[in-house]
């Protein structure tokens, strides 16, 4: 039997199929992302803007029904402000305003697509109509989705 380093430091054996990182965290990765990616309508936006390539705000909000536009403007502030998206101006009259990924943000679209596998196995039943479960390949069959997840799972 493999013993592996407990949280104390000492070897134990009931710590079996334990993951512990290699790394001491000062604070907790997951509630950490958790914090920015977490609030309401976030990820929805985040979707939309990367995976739907939709840039204007009017069009973010036409497509995620229950958003506000003062919450949409909010969270579009904070995502800019935590280096996810970006704001470009054309000069055009009016001026056109669009929301891009930034590198940053676009390492949260495997996590999405994740998600998304997730979801689509184990609550088929709300997701689709003939509530079949379904894998990730056969959602997305696109070679770009299998290689953002395994870039992603290389770096």
Do not use: H
């Amino acid at each position: 039997m493999q013993s592996i380093k407990g949280q104390e430091g000492k070897t134990t054996d009931d710590n079996k199929g334990v993951l512990l990182p290699q790394v001491r965290f000062v604070k907790c990765p997951i509630r950490t992302g958790l914090g920015v990616l977490g609030r309401k309508w976030t990820i929805l936006i985040i979707r939309d803007i990367g995976f739907r390539k939709i840039e204007r705000f009017n069009r973010i909000i036409e497509s995620i029904p229950g958003l506000t536009p003062r919450v949409l403007s909010m969270r579009l502030k904070e995502l800019e402000n935590e280096g996810l998206i970006e704001c470009l101006r054309e000069k055009k009259t009016p001026t056109m305003v669009l929301w891009r990924l930034t590198e940053k943000g676009k390492d949260t679209l495997p996590i999405l697509l994740m998600l998304t596998a997730f979801s689509s196995k184990w609550y088929a039943d709300f997701i689709f109509e003939d509530k079949k479960p379904r894998k990730l390949n056969e959602i997305f069959p696109q070679p770009e989705a299998r290689e953002l997840v395994m870039e992603y799972l290389r770096d």
